[in-house]
């Protein structure tokens, strides 16, 4: 169960799906997971719908949404 008077606390970048070009989501997906290596189990992974990935890093404080731009 998480705290929520905890995660109200960090830093989270909201990802406008348009600003996205093709490739770019797989490469930035790529550069935070190498960012967060160190940080291994603090590193938190969910799934919003098919094609979008919400990446949370407790260690870090820092969210941020990968997927594909919509069409």
């Known amino acids: 169960m998480a705290d929520t008077s905890v995660m109200f606390r960090y830093d989270t970048k909201v990802v406008d799906p348009q600003e996205v070009t093709a490739g770019d989501e797989g490469l930035s997906f790529a550069a935070f997971s190498l960012a967060h290596a ?6 938190l992974e969910v ?17 941020e949404v990968f997927g594909p731009p919509e069409r």
């Open 38 to 43: 160190a940080c291994g189990d603090h590193v």
């Open 47 to 63: 799934r919003i719908g098919e094609r979008m990935l919400l990446e949370w890093c407790m260690a870090c404080a820092v969210m």
